[in-house]
C-alpha cells in the first residue's frame, strides 16, 4: 500500500485510557450517533457575511449584530440589536422579533427578511438609513419554493400543483392546473443540476417556470398506515424503459398576466435543464437533453415569444452526458458566459463569447471544477472551486479571464468554501480539515492570510476517538483508490479486531475526504468505539475523479466497483490485526447495493452484511438516473441480468440484515420485498427489518433505533 498519512492522529486521536482518565472522557451514544446531539458538531459563527456591497463584516452574537472591517485588527463594533430592530417593528405595526432574523442584504443599507406572523409569512424590508421596518408582501404558511425577486421584491410560490405570485398585497394565480400537472416545482426527480423550478428574469418582469405533466406516468402505490384502514398514497415514478413525464418550460409577463411556452420542440421525452436568462430579458437559454442522455443542445429562445434561436453549442458522449448548469453569464454581459463541462476527461470551464460564436477553455489540467463561485463585480475575474491540489481537498481559485492567470486563494490543506466581498478585495474562507474542525480566515485576494475570524472549539474533545488513517491502493487499471481506517480508540495491535467494511461506491458521492474527521462522520467512529475496525475505499464510480474514473460503470453498475472493494480487503488481510474471518460490509442506498453484491458475490470474504434501502435489481430503479448509467432494459439485458441480486438470491450464504423504510420514494420498498420473496423460493434464510413511514432513510428521533440495529446485529454475528 502506498501510505500517506494525513496528520490524522487528529489530535483526537488517543493511546489506551489509563484509569484516570476514564472519567473524564466520553463514549458516543447511538443517540449521537443519529445526528441527535448538536454539540458534536463543530459550531459556525451565526450569519457571518458581507453587507452588502461593502468591505464590512457582520454576524450575529446572542441578540445582537456586530461588524468588523478587513482592517480593524479584530475589533468588533455593535451594529445593531435586537431592540432596535424591535423598535423598527414596532412602529411598522409588526409583532416583536423574537430573535435577530435570517438576513439578505440588498444593498449597504437595505436587507430582506421573512417573519412568520398569524396570517402567512411576511417579507420585509430592513432600512437602516430610515431606521425602519417595511413589510412588502406575504405569503401563505403552506406555501412552498418561494423564489425571491431581488430586483422588484416579489415572490413567487406553489401550493399542490400550481404556482403564485405575491406582489405588495396581491396574491397572483399564475396556473390552474388538473391533477397531474405540476408548476414551478423541480423536475426530472431533481438530476441534471436541478433543484428548482422557477426562474425570475434579472429585471422582475418575466416569470420563466417548468410545468411537468405526469399524467402519463404510472402510479406507484405508498401505503400509509396511520390510519385504521391503511390508505394508499400513490407517486408518479417512471421507471427504467418506462413512460417517463413531460416537462415545458413556460414564461409569465408579470405586467399582461399572458405567457408563452418556449418551443423545444419534439421528442415530448426530453429533459430541459440548464435554464439561463440572458441579462438583456428577452433571450432564454436551456440545455434539451435527449432521453438517451447522450447527446446535450444548449439552446437560445426569445423570451417573449418563445421562438427558436440558435443552438449555442452541443455536446455529445459515448456514455452519457451529465449537465452541470446554468449558464453564468458575465455582469452585465449579454454576450459572454461561463459553462462547466465535462470534454477531455475532467469537468473544466469554458468562455462562451456568442456575437462570434467562439469558445475558449479556462481551465485546463487532469482535475476536476467542483463549483463555480461567481465574479468580480467588474466582471474581469472568476472564482472556482477544484481538486487539483488532492483530490481529497477542495481549493478556491481566482482567474483572470483575460489573462487565465489562476491564483490559489486558500492555502492550508483541507476543504474550502470562499465567499468573496463585492470588490473582490477579500474573502471569507471557511475550512475544515483531517485536523481542524472548523476555521474561518479572511483572506486577500492574493490568498495572504489577514485575519482568523472564527476558531471552532475540538466538539468531541470529551470523548473517546480511534485513530483514523488514510491511505491509497491501485485498481486493476492502475487508477489511485483512496481509502481510510478508523481503529477503536482501546485498539490493541497485539489483538484481532473484526472489520466493517463501509460502503456507498456510487456516482455523486466521494466519502473520503480532507476535511473533519476525514468525512467518516459519527456514526462510524461509534462503530469503531464498540470494537470493529471500520474500513472505507472510495472506488471506481465514485465522484470528482474525471470521466475515466467514473464512466467506467456504464452498463455495468456494481462489477467494477465491487473489484476495487476487493482490492481494500487485499490489504486488510495483510494486516496482522484484522480477523479475517471476521469481515462484514455496510451501506445503504447505492451502498446497499453494494453491500448486497459483495455478500452475494464474495460470501466467502464477507460473514455478515447490512444493506439499507438498496438497490436490488435497476429495473425498478427510476428513469433519469438508472438509464444514465445502465440504459434500458430492452437496451442492456445483459447487463440487467448481471447486475440484478434478485436473480441470485440462491447464492446467499451467512448472515444478511436488509433493511428498508415502507414509504420509501427513491428506491421503492418492491425490491427488498422480491429480493425477499425469492429467498423464500430458494430456501434461504436473511433477517429483515422495515421502519413504517420513512421515506429513503431513518431521521429524527428513530435513527437511534437504526443505529442501534445494525451495531448489535454484528456484534452479535461477527
Excluded at 452519457?320 to 473544466?348: C, M, S, T
Excluded at 468562455?351 to 474581469?380: M, P
Excluded at 459483495?598 to 438516473?625: C, Q, R, T
Amino acid at each position: 500500500m502506498n501510505k500517506f498519512f494525513i496528520a490524522l492522529t487528529l489530535a483526537l486521536t488517543m493511546a489506551i485510557a489509563l484509569p484516570t482518565q476514564a472519567q473524564e472522557k466520553k463514549l458516543f451514544t447511538p443517540e449521537d450517533a443519529s445526528y441527535n446531539n448538536r454539540s458534536l458538531y463543530a459550531q459556525r459563527p451565526n450569519q457571518l457575511k458581507w453587507v452588502g456591497d461593502t468591505d464590512i463584516l457582520m454576524k450575529v452574537k446572542g441578540n445582537e449584530i456586530v461588524t468588523l472591517s478587513p482592517d480593524s485588527k479584530g475589533k468588533e463594533t455593535s451594529f445593531l440589536t435586537l431592540d432596535e430592530l424591535n423598535s423598527y417593528a414596532h412602529a411598522a405595526g409588526i409583532d416583536s422579533l423574537r430573535r435577530i432574523p435570517q438576513l439578505t442584504w440588498l444593498n449597504a443599507y437595505q436587507a430582506s427578511f421573512y417573519a412568520v406572523g398569524k396570517d402567512g409569512i411576511t417579507l420585509n424590508r430592513l432600512d437602516l438609513k430610515k431606521q425602519t421596518i417595511e413589510p412588502l408582501t406575504s405569503v401563505p404558511q403552506d406555501a412552498e419554493n418561494q423564489t425571491l425577486c431581488k430586483e422588484t421584491m416579489r415572490v413567487a410560490y406553489t401550493i399542490d400543483n400550481n404556482l403564485y405570485v405575491a406582489n405588495g398585497d396581491k396574491q397572483i394565480q399564475i396556473t390552474d392546473n388538473p391533477e397531474g400537472v405540476i408548476a414551478g416545482q423541480s423536475v426530472h426527480r431533481n438530476e441534471f443540476a436541478i433543484d428548482g423550478g422557477i426562474f425570475w428574469s434579472p429585471d422582475g418582469k418575466f416569470l420563466a417556470y417548468y410545468s411537468m405533466d405526469e399524467r402519463m406516468v404510472t402510479d406507484y402505490p405508498l401505503v400509509n398506515i396511520d390510519k385504521r384502514i391503511a390508505t394508499a398514497e400513490p407517486i408518479k415514478y417512471p421507471m427504467a424503459g418506462m413512460t417517463s413525464h413531460e416537462v415545458t418550460l413556460h414564461i409569465y409577463n408579470i405586467a399582461t398576466s399572458k405567457e408563452i411556452v418556449v418551443k423545444t420542440g419534439e421528442p415530448a421525452e426530453q429533459y430541459l435543464t440548464a435554464i439561463t436568462w440572458n441579462p438583456d430579458n428577452k433571450r432564454i437559454y436551456i440545455g434539451i437533453l435527449n432521453r438517451q442522455q447522450n447527446h446535450l443542445k444548449f439552446n437560445e429562445y426569445n423570451a417573449i415569444t418563445g421562438d427558436f434561436i440558435q443552438t449555442i453549442f452541443e455536446d455529445r458522449d459515448e456514455q452519457y452526458v451529465e449537465p452541470q448548469g446554468p449558464a453564468y453569464f458575465l455582469p452585465d454581459n449579454p454576450d459572454q458566459f461561463i459553462w462547466k463541462a465535462q470534454r477531455d476527461g475532467y469537468y473544466h470551464l469554458y468562455l462562451y463569447t456568442i456575437s462570434k460564436g467562439t469558445v475558449r477553455q479556462l481551465t485546463k489540467g487532469d482535475f476536476v471544477i467542483t463549483d463555480f463561485n461567481g465574479f468580480s463585480k467588474d466582471g474581469s475575474q472568476i472564482y472556482y472551486r477544484s481538486t487539483e491540489v488532492s483530490p481529497l481537498e477542495r481549493h478556491c481559485y481566482m482567474m483572470d479571464i483575460k489573462s487565465g492567470k489562476a491564483t490559489q486563494i486558500t492555502k492550508e490543506h483541507g476543504t474550502h468554501d470562499v465567499t468573496p466581498s463585492a470588490d473582490g478585495k477579500y474573502f471569507i474562507d471557511v475550512y475544515s480539515s483531517t485536523d481542524v474542525p472548523l476555521n474561518v480566515d479572511l483572506q486577500d485576494k492574493n490568498g495572504k492570510f489577514v485575519k482568523r475570524l472564527h476558531e471552532a472549539e475540538n466538539p468531541l474533545k470529551d470523548y473517546y476517538i480511534g485513530e483514523t488513517t488514510l491511505g491509497t491502493l491501485k485498481a486493476d487499471d492502475g487508477q489511485t483508490l483512496y481509502t481510510r481506517l478508523i481503529k477503536p480508540y482501546n485498539f490493541d495491535a497485539s489483538k484481532k479486531y473484526p472489520v466493517v467494511v463501509y460502503v456507498y461506491g456510487g456516482p455523486h458521492a466521494q466519502l473520503i475526504t480532507d476535511s473533519w474527521l476525514a468525512g467518516a462522520g459519527i456514526y462510524l467512529n461509534y462503530l469503531a468505539q464498540e470494537g470493529f475496525l471500520v474500513f472505507t475505499l472510495d472506488n471506481r464510480g465514485s465522484a470528482d475523479r474525471g470521466e475515466a474514473f467514473e464512466q467506467c460503470i456504464h452498463r455495468q453498475c456494481g462489477q467494477l466497483e465491487m473489484r476495487d472493494q476487493m482490492k481494500g480487503i487485499e490489504w486488510l488481510k495483510t494486516l496482522p490485526y484484522v480477523d479475517a474471518n471476521r469481515i462484514g460490509s455496510d451501506g445503504w442506498s447505492y451502498g446497499g447495493f453494494m453491500s448486497t453484491s459483495l455478500k452475494i458475490n464474495h460470501p466467502e470474504v464477507f460473514k455478515v452484511s447490512v444493506a439499507g434501502g438498496p438497490v436490488l435489481d435497476w429495473k425498478y430503479y427510476e428513469i433519469m438516473y438508472g438509464e444514465r448509467y445502465m440504459d434500458t432494459p430492452e437496451e442492456n439485458p445483459e447487463g440487467y441480468e448481471l447486475t440484478s441480486l434478485e436473480n441470485k438470491t440462491d447464492k446467499l450464504e451467512g448472515k444478511l440484515l436488509m433493511i428498508h423504510c415502507t414509504t420509501d420514494p427513491v428506491v421503492m420498498w418492491q425490491h427488498s420485498l422480491v429480493f425477499v420473496e425469492n429467498c423464500i423460493h430458494n430456501g434461504k434464510q436473511l433477517d429483515y427489518f422495515v421502519y413504517p413511514g420513512h421515506d429513503h432513510n431513518v431521521y429524527g428521533m428513530d435513527r437511534a433505533h437504526l443505529v442501534t440495529k445494525i451495531t448489535q446485529y454484528f456484534k452479535d454475528n461477527l
